[in-house]
Every structure is written in structure tokens, then in C-alpha cells.
């Protein structure tokens, strides 16, 4: 069974709600050996019921967030998206899973500096750490869509060097490498 992280912004979370979203969220445990801890927001801002979900599995993010007027619905678009994400992607999962592509090692981590800018619009608002995985940018691609992104930072499999790939306007993907000169 798969352990919860269930918090609530301006809602309690009543032991009802806990339940049916263990409940429902839980259901993704069926498609993966390995699922780690889950954890969901639940907020509630103005008339809109947000629930935001995240979910580790094998060394991938699975990610949703839906918003109605009711949590109990918004809890149950939100699973309807992510197993949307695991039927669109178990192939190419499978497949990297049995290449044995998915690299689940940890190889360093990345972070903003935290120095504050003298510009007021250049103020960073916002640092995100992370973990830095070797993959090929088929994976990083597949990452960044179900983290549904625009951009994903990973560390290139065979070069070691740290690259981005983007979507761009058009609906296609970029790719920036790094590289030593």
C-alpha cells in the first residue's frame, strides 16, 4: 500500500475526505510495483476546489491538478488525468523499464543560488531543488509531458552533461546541451 501526504490551504482535511482520496488516488498503485509517497493539495480558493496531485513511480513524476466547484469531483478528474498519463505512457515505460534505460541512481543536485537581484523584477520569487537523472532525451521528453511542462532539466546518459528540452510554440521540442569549451 502506498503512503499519503494529504494536506489542505483553507480546508480541513476531515477524515472522510482523507479516505476517499487515499481511496481514489490509490488506485494508481494497481499499475506499478513500486510507487513511492503521494502527496496531494487539496485547496480551496474562492468557489474553486483545486486538488494538486504527485506521484513518484520507478524514478518518474506522475503529476495532476484539477479545479471545479466541488473537491470530491475535482479529486475525481484529477485521477481520471493521471490514469490517463499511465495508459498514454505504460508502453514507453515498460519498454525503458525492460532496457533497463531508467536510471534510478542519483548523480547530483541542481539549484537556483538563492542571491536576490538588485532589480525588483529580477527578484528570484521561487527555488526549486531537484534531482539531476542521467536518461536520453526520448525520456527527459516523456518526463517533461507527464510533469506536463515546458521545459525539463536531466543529465544526458551518455555524455554526463547537463542539457534542457523545451517545447516550443509550434508544439515541437528544443533541445539546449551544455558543454565544456
Request: aromatic share 8%; proline share 2%.
Amino acid at each position: 500500500m502506498a503512503t499519503f501526504t494529504i494536506r489542505g490551504k483553507n480546508i480541513e482535511v476531515t477524515p472522510a475526505l482523507h479516505d476517499y482520496v487515499e481511496k481514489k488516488i490509490g488506485k494508481v498503485t494497481k499499475y506499478f510495483d513500486n510507487v513511492g509517497e503521494i502527496t496531494v493539495l487539496l485547496t480551496v480558493s474562492k468557489d474553486r476546489h483545486i486538488v494538486e496531485v504527485t506521484v513518484p513511480v520507478q524514478g518518474i513524476l506522475l503529476r495532476g491538478q484539477e479545479a471545479t466547484m466541488d473537491m470530491y469531483t475535482s479529486i475525481d478528474l484529477v485521477i481520471e488525468k493521471i490514469e490517463r498519463q499511465i495508459r498514454k505512457y505504460k508502453t514507453k515505460l515498460e519498454r525503458r523499464f525492460r532496457e533497463g534505460s531508467m536510471k534510478t541512481e542519483l548523480m547530483s543536485q541542481g539549484a537556483g543560488s538563492g542571491k536576490q537581484a538588485e532589480d525588483e523584477d529580477e527578484v528570484v520569487i521561487k527555488t526549486k531543488r531537484f534531482i539531476v537523472k542521467p536518461m536520453d532525451v526520448q525520456e527527459a521528453i516523456m518526463q517533461m509531458n507527464l510533469l506536463n511542462h515546458d521545459f525539463f532539466v536531466y543529465r544526458d546518459d551518455k555524455t554526463e552533461d547537463v542539457n534542457v528540452v523545451y517545447r516550443r510554440k509550434d508544439g515541437k521540442y528544443g533541445l539546449i546541451e551544455s558543454g565544456v569549451q
